[in-house]
């Protein structure tokens, strides 16, 4: 049987964001390739049958990224990015987190269908320096590669790019009896896409480089790693992609067109395994994707590219031969029939730079801007305004729940669009229909997943409720504590405060 293999990104080309004014192109700094770095695993305090116990910290650190001097960075129990954190189905997560930072910020779970506002961690969870906060929640849904990054409000979008970015694994009984790669670091590993700019001695400056529609830079990081080689000691491996950039879009695809299998999206096994030689993925996306090297011999070199950047050079070496092959039909996604009483609900994303909007107003921490229970079904229509001459793809993700994909423009989602996701890029001109269910209550935050477009007010509060409790009131943060709380941190009045996000609210003449 011959495999349909896709050659194709299937995004609008005219809406790539290399056709942005602003667009910077990426280039490879001529130093030594470095060995690809493996986020460690996070070791839990504690595990029981039943429990898993963690501590994690937000911490200042260095990291030796090109030759000279280190580069201040963040992370969370890590000098930068973080420890890779796995949690399983079924149990009962308990997070100690700590803030070793010199200023606020915010554990929140990307993926992860736990309560809000305050487990899920956006940014009404603040923990402050030197400060902590306890929580407890349950993991009930299936494997997959989601992530834990900082969601301060407006800050999210500089804390993230400081390196507050760390891999989540779930796991499952269902994922562990597939015939995937799992061991993990040598033939599963998390490849976290970012690209930075480095200024005079190797130091990264946030506001120089500040951009509304998003900050990028010319020097592409894996895994905060610059120039990166992996080192293949098995046929086939499982890399686990997350496009954990503020901005940029990847277009990912290897030397001699290799075919690749994708066995993943952001929130779950695809039902079926897609075959690709090009897969684009936009702000905060996770492709799982397995390659197989049975072509190559030891002491090739298989290259990642995004466009005609070198992302990662695979040095192959001596592998046994691996003949497992991947069974036609993978999991069942669950499908739900939207409730004849929730009709069609429109969210729609609108403007680029400072003029960025969900659905004519810009994000105010303290207002909920639509309500549903939890275990209904509902039908969400996504639209982006943006014209085709110039306009931009919005990645438009939600809180606390994976959502499946039922359309773009009436027509069928993309082949690697049929599981479970939290992230839906939407070209310009188009409508995504989405299929909404939430099954915890909270308040929930739903935004463009390019940082600064979330916070510069592209963003929204969605209260799903337990209809025993339809008016539940929530302790929502307020701008004026939180901007407060920045400003003392930073040592400056608050009139010198400088939150990137907060100049699109001044252009547009309106407040958080
Ligand atoms: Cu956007």
């Known amino acids: ?44 305090d504690k ?6 116990y963690y501590t994690l910290t937000a911490q200042e650190g260095e990291t030796q990224l090109l030759p000279g001097a280190k580069t201040k960075t963040w992370g969370f129990s890590a000098p930068l990015l973080g420890k890779t954190i796995v949690l399983k189905n079924g149990k009962t997560i308990h997070m100690h987190l700590q803030n070793h930072l010199p200023e606020m ?79 993990y670091g040598v033939d599963d ?31 592409p990081m894996i895994n905060g790693t610059v120039n990166p ?63 197989d090297f049975s072509n190559y011999k030891p002491g090739d070199e298989v290259i990642l590219y995004s466009d005609d950047t070198p992302l990662v050079h695979f040095r192959i070496h001596e592998f046994a031969p691996d003949n497992t092959t991947l069974p036609d039909h993978l999991v069942d996604i669950p499908d739900y029939e939207p409730d004849p009483d929730m ?7 609108s403007g680029m730079d400072e003029w960025v909007m969900i659905d004519g107003k810009k994000f105010s921490m303290q207002r909920i801007d639509y309500k549903m229970p939890i275990n209904k079904t509902q039908l969400w229509d996504i639209s982006n305004t943006n014209d085709m001459n110039g ?30 996701k939290d992230v839906i890029a939407v070209n310009p001109d188009e409508h995504v229909v989405i299929k909404v269910r939430f099954t915890v209550p909270g308040v929930f935050m739903y935004h463009c997943h390019i940082i600064e477009h979330e916070d510069g007010g592209m963003m929204a509060q969605i209260q799903v409720y337990d209809p025993k409790e339809p008016d539940k009131k929530y302790d929502l943060m307020d701008h004026e504590t939180l901007m407060k709380a920045f400003a003392e941190e930073r040592g400056v009045d608050m009139k010198d405060l400088w939150l990137g996000g907060m100049g699109s609210y001044e252009k547009m003449g309106m407040t958080m």
Request: charged share 20%.
């Open 343 to 349: 009709p069609l609900h429109k969210v729609v994303m």
């Open 47 to 52: 595990e029981t049958d039943t429990d898993m």
């Open 229 to 291: 080689y992996f080192d293949v000691t098995t046929q086939k491996l499982r890399l686990r992609i997350l496009d954990g950039a503020n901005r940029r879009e990847w277009r990912l695809h290897f030397s001699d067109d290799l075919a690749f299998t994708q066995i993943a999206s952001d929130d779950g096994i695809l039902p079926e395994p897609v075959h690709f030689t090009h897969l684009m993925t936009t702000c905060a996306e996770r492709h799982e994707i397995i390659v």
């Open 105 to 183: 910020t915010t554990f929140h779970w990307h993926g992860l269908n736990i309560p809000g506002p305050i487990e899920d961690g956006g940014c009404h969870a603040p923990v402050y320096p030197d400060g902590h906060r306890d929580i407890k929640f349950k993991i009930h849904q299936p494997a997959a590669t989601v992530w834990l990054h900082a969601h301060p409000c407006p800050e999210t979008a500089y804390q993230v790019w400081r390196g507050l970015a760390a891999p989540v694994i779930v796991q499952d009984d269902v994922e562990s009896k597939l015939p995937f790669p799992r061991d």
């Open 391 to 420: 306009g931009m793809i919005h990645p438009f993700h939600m809180h606390g729940l994976a959502f499946t994909i039922v359309s773009r423009n009436g027509k069928a989602p993309y082949p690697n669009e049929h599981g479970l």
């Open 189 to 219: 590993i998390p490849l976290i896409l970012q690209d930075r700019h480095f200024h005079e001695n190797n130091q990264w400056d946030y506001r120089a480089d500040y951009d509304p529609d998003g900050v990028q830079g010319p020097t």
């Open 1 to 44: 049987m011959t495999e349909k293999v896709y050659t194709d990104y299937f995004y609008n080309e005219s809406a790539f964001n290399t056709h942005d004014g602003g667009y910077i192109p990426m280039e490879v700094p001529d130093i030594p390739q470095q060995q690809l770095r493996i986020p460690e695993l996070l070791h839990p």
